[in-house]
């Protein structure tokens, strides 16, 4: 096989990219190691920026995310017993859609069917060839076969645990990370929502945030010990530690409902620099990793295809690689924004063990600055819209 850009990876980064080449003319041809049904299932994220609602409209596959997607103007803050809401249209201009990931997903994926494709699914054993040579290659096994595709660009999309970031050479390539000590516990829920906005809320017993799905489904999260199970957390339990991170004495209460699926995340910050090593360039999970309390880490992947899909346009117009040779350092700048913002929101929000009673009290003094300070508030609504 032979196309010009091989894609590897058919998350947001993957197939979003596929589809902006195909809408400038370039061919593309994109690899995935599951199945559409899994990757079409699979609960992530939720949170869409203004820059990613307006790329997915731009691109022709917003229809449905603005027909069921939730516009948020604004979010709650909550701690010491009361809530404040931080209004991110009246500070920026700007709103974000709670939208699900994977619904994104399926809209690209009905997208790239649409167009024709290619987009392989179940595929294994890929590996990256002459990325450092004008003739790249990628190898894989697909339907009991080997294959092999030829390409001008090799991308990798294939997130934090993929294969293509290894084809950056150690010698080139510094990892920065950090991980912290707590996860989330996640949970999905038949029930109508609690709140019209999002809710981060700061207690004692630690983190926890209300979110939704859709007018019947909601999305709860809460701060845990990342090595815990899900078999250790009865449903009873899970309400018991929601309703006491939540509520306050406000009247304001937590909706029940059936919990149809509980899962636990592990927190990460982590940066693979440079993001690019001759013909190969990574884009989202691949390159970089948020701890998810910003909800970046979706908006972040969609944010480095759209460099990509310009620099492509740039370089198969007038054959100019400017864009293509700036690609890592134009993409850094806002990657390390976000990671910034992440882990800021992060230390904020969640309860730390081992702190002493003098950051106890420093945390809940930046709480205090944050909702009486229009600047600091400012630049939280700011750096969650994505606007910059
Ligand atoms: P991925 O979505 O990881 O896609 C990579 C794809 O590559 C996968 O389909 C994988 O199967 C495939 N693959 C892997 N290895 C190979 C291989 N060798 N060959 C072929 N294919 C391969 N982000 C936000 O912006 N907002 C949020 O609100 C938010 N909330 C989150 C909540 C949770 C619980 C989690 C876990 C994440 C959240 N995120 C959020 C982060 C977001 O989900 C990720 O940043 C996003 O999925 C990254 O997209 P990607 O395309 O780079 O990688
Ligand atoms: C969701 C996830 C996040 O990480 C976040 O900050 C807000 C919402 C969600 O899954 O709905």
Same mark, same amino acid.
């Given at each position: ?54 790329? /997915? ?140 906005? /999002? ?100 908006? /972040? ?25 700036? $690609? ?11 990671? $910034? ?25 930046? /709480? ?21």
């Amino acid at each position: 096989m032979r196309t010009q850009i091989a894609i590897i990876g058919a998350g947001p980064a993957g197939l979003l990219l596929s589809h902006l080449l195909h809408l400038q003319g370039i061919e593309s041809i994109v690899l995935e190691s599951r199945s559409r049904p899994e990757i079409e299932a699979t609960i992530r994220a939720g949170v869409l920026e203004q820059g990613t609602m307006d790329l /997915l409209t731009e691109a022709g596959v917003g229809e449905r995310m603005r027909a069921e997607g939730a516009l948020h103007h604004g979010i709650e803050l909550a701690f010491g017993g009361r809530r404040h809401r931080i209004d991110l249209t009246e500070l920026t201009g700007k709103a974000i859609t709670v939208y699900p990931q994977h619904e994104v997903i399926k809209d690209l994926v009905a997208a790239r069917i649409d167009a024709g494709g290619p987009l392989l699914f179940e595929v294994s054993d890929v590996a990256l060839h002459g990325v450092d040579t004008d003739k790249p290659s990628v190898r894989f096994s697909h339907a009991g076969a080997e294959q092999i595709i030829e390409a001008d660009f090799v991308i990798g999309c294939d997130g934090f645990h993929g294969v293509s970031r290894a084809a950056i050479p150690a010698s080139v390539r510094q990892d920065y990370q950090r991980t912290y000590p707590f996860g989330w516990f996640g949970i999905l829920v038949e029930s109508a929502p609690s709140s019209e906005e /999002l809710i981060y809320a700061h207690h004692e017993r630690g983190f926890a945030l209300v979110s939704t799905r859709s007018p019947t489904v909601q999305r709860l999260y809460f701060q845990c010990d990342p090595s815990d199970h899900v078999d250790n957390w009865s449903d009873d339990r899970i309400w018991n530690e929601l309703h006491s991170r939540l509520e306050n004495n406000d009247g304001w209460r937590l909706n029940e409902g059936k919990i149809f699926q509980k899962n636990i995340i592990g927190m990460r910050s982590f940066v693979s620099a440079p993001m690019q090593s001759g013909r190969l360039m990574l884009a989202g999970d691949a390159a970089h990793i948020v701890p998810p309390t910003g909800a970046k880490g979706m908006n /972040l992947a969609i944010g480095d295809v759209k460099l990509l899909a310009r620099a492509f346009e740039q370089f198969y117009r007038d054959g100019s690689e400017d864009r293509l040779n700036s $690609y890592s350092a134009d993409a850094l700048k806002r990657v390390w924004r976000a990671e $910034y913002f992440s882990w800021w929101m992060t230390s904020l929000l969640h309860t730390f063990a081992d702190a002493t009673p003098f950051q106890r009290e420093i945390q809940r003094a930046e /709480l205090e600055n944050v909702v009486s300070s229009r600047a600091m508030a400012t630049a939280l609504a700011e750096n969650y819209v994505g606007a910059f």
